[in-house]
């Protein structure tokens, strides 16, 4: 659908219209019979790691012990198409960077548009409280082989309120299951969910919070996206062209989507805290071991019929995360990059392999001296690119960022370690990281593979070998069996 303003916008509604116009793409692998015992997260990983883009969503059923229906959505974001569908873009690109170029200019012109609250939805259908309360009549997965628990929440949507003025955050944060009635919520220091909570135990005060499980996928990305203080509520509203339909929680009050497929109600306390992890993480590693972490006493459990779990177990690259972390968070460093007036940003890309901002390439054309390494230092220190990053390289625009080979060929022809190196010392971390530093630090390395901007000025660096376009062009007409 395109709006008046000439925005595309996505026209499925919902994780179900979701999955009928990925079927249709045929995207969609249905598995039945495997179990929530690592076999889930077993084969999505097998079916991801060397697909380079191309693997499926993958939708399990008859989960033995379940009833027919009472189903896990693994891989929705792992391909370009259906993360282009989600966003409501052209399902098609020449390179990896243009989605992100889409994405960018979409989110550049966003207007959000708040939720809508209706009095019913089909979250509604199944209202359990109590002594009903259990959280495992979901077929929820140990997804890594090392995991001490079973994680209900990984492709899901946390939602807490911001005590001071009100505005809710959506936040992918994982959720282990302790027993059927206490689940963990783990936020990392920084994160929005995080300073919402340290705000209401500095005060003494309970935080509640609407864990989804099942829900838009639009609302997955957003809440896994480096994102300003504005909630995704109204982000993904604005990228729609149209408002969220929203039920209040009963317990909570929140907003919780009227379509949304399971949705866990509860509140963390201060003080009550029990051992988190180990699982298998995002840099690949069962890094952070065993912690202890507020959880969540749940209150409410509210789910559709037939209800779909969705889950986004990460591991050693590249996992289902790798496209979506690589389009949303570059999304979010080329808009920093426009907001403090850098010129001339033709891609930016978060590599999967990295993954995400731990190896970011800024392809530009260089305009002046120091251009290249301006882009370095804002690209690493934005919002959208601090996070836990390691590698931060800038390329000229004859290299596709998106592409790896020519970036690496770039690091190993246009860049001299003695002056093209910036180290950025005791930055935002992850103890996610292996190397993390006491304090919860890191460093990281800036690295300027430009071509030395006075030879590219009085044209002393080599000519690249290289067809040119005319031969190309004559070529692939006059051998078009050769290059269809
Ligand atoms: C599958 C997946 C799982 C994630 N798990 C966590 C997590 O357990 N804790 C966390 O702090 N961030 C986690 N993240 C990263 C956050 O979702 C991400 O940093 C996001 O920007 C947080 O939202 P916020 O900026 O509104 O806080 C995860 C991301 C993905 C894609």
Request: proline share 7%; aromatic share 8%; hydrophobic share 35%.
């Amino acid at each position: 659908m395109t709006s008046a303003a000439g925005a595309q916008q996505p026209t499925y509604r919902g994780l179900r219209g979701w999955l009928d116009a990925v079927d249709k793409l045929g995207e969609l692998e249905r598995v039945l019979g495997a179990s929530w015992d690592a076999e889930m997260g077993g084969i999505t990983q097998m079916l991801t790691e060397t697909s380079r883009g191309t693997a499926p969503a993958i939708l399990f059923d008859d989960v033995p012990g379940y009833p027919k229906g009472y189903r896990t959505l693994y891989g929705q974001l792992s391909s370009i198409k259906r993360i282009a569908l989600t966003l409501g873009l052209p399902l098609e690109y020449e390179r990896k960077v243009d989605i992100v170029q889409r994405y960018h200019a979409r989110m550049s012109e966003l207007k959000p548009l708040k939720p809508r609250y209706v009095n019913d939805g089909p979250v509604f259908e199944n209202v359990i409280e109590s002594d009903e309360i259990d959280v495992l009549k979901f077929p929820v997965p140990r997804h890594h082989e090392a995991d001490k628990a079973r994680f209900i929440g990984t492709a899901c949507a946390v939602v807490t309120k911001d005590p001071d003025d009100g505005w809710y955050n959506l936040g992918a944060y994982r959720s282990q299951v302790y027993d059927g009635r206490t689940v963990g919520c783990q936020i990392t220091e920084g994160k929005h969910g995080r300073i919402h909570r340290d705000k209401y135990f500095a005060r003494g005060e309970p935080m509640k919070v609407v864990i989804l499980c099942g829900q838009d996928p639009l609302l997955f990305m957003l809440s896994s996206s480096p994102l300003p203080e504005v909630s995704e509520y109204d982000i993904a509203g604005g990228l729609r062209g149209e408002p969220i339909d929203v039920v209040r929680g009963p317990f909570t009050g929140f907003p919780i989507p009227a379509d949304c497929e399971i949705a866990i109600e509860g509140e963390t306390v201060p003080g009550q805290v029990k051992p988190e992890g180990p699982f298998g993480e995002w840099m690949g590693y069962y890094s952070d071991d065993t912690q202890d972490r507020p959880y969540v006493n749940v209150k409410t459990i509210l789910h559709r019929n037939d209800p779909i779990l969705t889950c986004a177990p990460q591991h050693k690259p590249v996992d289902e995360t790798g496209l979506l972390k690589g389009i949303a968070g570059a999304s979010q460093i080329w808009q920093a990059l426009d907001a403090c007036g850098i010129p001339e940003v033709l891609g930016v890309w978060n590599h999967e392999a990295g993954p995400a901002t731990r190896f970011t390439a800024i392809q530009l054309r260089q305009r002046y001296p120091g251009h290249a390494r301006q882009a370095l230092h804002v690209a690493c220190a934005c919002q959208g690119g601090a996070y836990a990053g390691k590698w931060t390289v800038v390329v000229d625009d004859d290299i596709d960022a998106g592409d790896l080979d020519q970036v690496l060929w770039a690091m190993c022809t246009r860049f001299d370690p003695n002056v093209d190196i910036d180290l950025v010392q005791k930055a935002w971390a992850s103890k996610r990281d292996p190397l993390y530093l006491p304090g919860n630090f890191n460093n990281r390395i800036l690295i300027d593979a430009c071509i030395p901007y006075d030879m590219k000025l009085k044209g002393t660096f080599p000519k690249v070998v290289d067809v040119s376009a005319d031969l190309r062009g004559k070529l692939r007409a006059k051998f078009p069996k050769l290059f269809h």
